[in-house]
């Protein structure tokens, strides 16, 4: 009988007015604000909605939104609360669940949102799920936030199959470990280098990368109102995401 792997306590912190998600170490997995719980506190959470430039602008909340690593929730929030997309989030550790449900707003299961405590990887892989998101935002890290847990080819491929026409992916590669260029690379040989963008890394170390299944690339008018309309609405930096974002070449 296969036994599952132990997986890492979840723990707490809070300094300034934020608390924090650890997993049993010092490494931040996430953040919220206390009296902004809807906010997106750090920088590289921020800028994994980048994917919104990508969408048009009367689009860019429809279709569903799927989340690929709990973290504090954040993006969930977001998306939900915000956006007020449908929204399902996959997460390995109940324990994490159990602490995003206590001490980071997390809302319970209604008809706009979905939890599952699955592994990403086998949700992804299911074919009852083709096709069924129009975003994808993956987070997956270890409790060291070394590497990520998932990073091969079949399932970049599997996630592109959950996308539906026109559905963008973001994905933090962040990792002291890992290289980016491969990790970029393996997601380019399954969307095609055409569909795949960078955003420059954040100052500690986060590079974000925005991947899509058969976008139409506007030009750099209609990116600046679509920059100017997310700012608008939902208060993030999109026009600050169009001057760091570049296409990825080999």
Known sequence: MKREPTLPEATISEHDGVRYLHLGTPWVQGAMRLKKPQVLELEYVQRMMAWMLWRPIAEVTHGRALQLGLGAGSITRFCRNVLHMKTTAVELNPMVISACRLWFHLPGDDARFTLINDDAARYVADPAHLQSAAVINVDLYDHEAAAPVLDDESFYAACRGVLSHGGVMSVNLFGRDASFARSAERIAAVFGL???????????????????????????????????????????????????????YR
Do not use: C, F
């Open 194 to 248: 055409e569909q795949v963008w960078s955003l420059r890394p954040t100052k500690e170390g986060n590079t974000v990368v925005v991947a899509a299944r058969n976008v139409e690339v506007p030009d750099r008018d209609e990116l600046v109102a679509r920059a100017d309309n997310i700012e608008h609405r939902y208060g993030l930096p999109a026009r600050k995401w169009l001057r760091m974002v570049r296409p990825l």
